[in-house]
C-alpha cells in the first residue's frame, strides 16, 4: 500500500471516525496522475444521491498529452462501495448530522482508493484545545531530550 496523500484539514477541522475504504472511478489517464502524486483532497468532501457515494471538489491534475474531455481537474468522481455502507453513512448523515470527509488516497494492488470516514464539525475551542495540547507535548519531549 502506497499512500499518495493525505488530508490534514480534515482532521483539524473535523472529529472523524468510522473509517471505510473505498475505490475511485476513475477516467483516462487519472490513475497516471494520482500514481504521480498529483491529488489534493482540500475543500473535498462526499455526498450521496441516489443511493450513490460521490467525492466532489477532489482535485487531480490532467495528464499531459490527455484528451481535452479528460481533463476536468475537479470533476464529480462515484466511489465504490457495497450498498449496505453506502446505506449505512447515508442513514448516519441524515440522523446525526454527519459529515463524510475523504481522508487519505493511496494505491493499493495497482489499484486508486480513497480512505472516507464520517466528521463531526469542531468549535474553535476544540481546534484550540488541540494545538496547546501539541505545544505542551513538544514542550516535555524536548525538556526529556535535553536532559
Known amino acids: 500500500m502506497k499512500i499518495i496523500t493525505n488530508n490534514?484539514?480534515?482532521?483539524?477541522?473535523?472529529?472523524?471516525?468510522?473509517?471505510?475504504?473505498?475505490?475511485?472511478?476513475?477516467k483516462g489517464g487519472e490513475i497516471k496522475s494520482v500514481a504521480g502524486g498529483k491529488v489534493s483532497l482540500s475543500d473535498s468532501y462526499v455526498e450521496i444521491k441516489n443511493g450513490e457515494a460521490i467525492m466532489k471538489n477532489c482535485y487531480i491534475a490532467?495528464?499531459?498529452g490527455a484528451s481535452q474531455s479528460d481533463s476536468q481537474t475537479k470533476r464529480a468522481r462515484k466511489l465504490l462501495l457495497h450498498k449496505a455502507e453506502i446505506i449505512k453513512l447515508?442513514?448516519?448523515?441524515k440522523e446525526k448530522g454527519f459529515s463524510i470527509v475523504p481522508t487519505k488516497v493511496y494505491l493499493n494492488g495497482g489499484k486508486a482508493k480513497v480512505e472516507?470516514?464520517?466528521?463531526?464539525g469542531k468549535k474553535l475551542y476544540d481546534k484550540r484545545e488541540v494545538l496547546k495540547d501539541r505545544a505542551v507535548r513538544?514542550?516535555?519531549?524536548?525538556?526529556?531530550?535535553n536532559d
Open 8 to 26: 490534514k484539514k480534515a482532521y483539524h477541522n473535523f472529529f472523524v471516525s468510522d473509517l471505510l475504504e473505498a475505490g475511485i472511478e476513475l
Open 62 to 64: 490532467a495528464v499531459d
Open 90 to 93: 447515508e442513514r448516519k448523515v
Open 116 to 120: 472516507i470516514g464520517l466528521a463531526k
Open 138 to 145: 513538544r514542550d516535555i519531549d524536548r525538556a526529556i531530550k
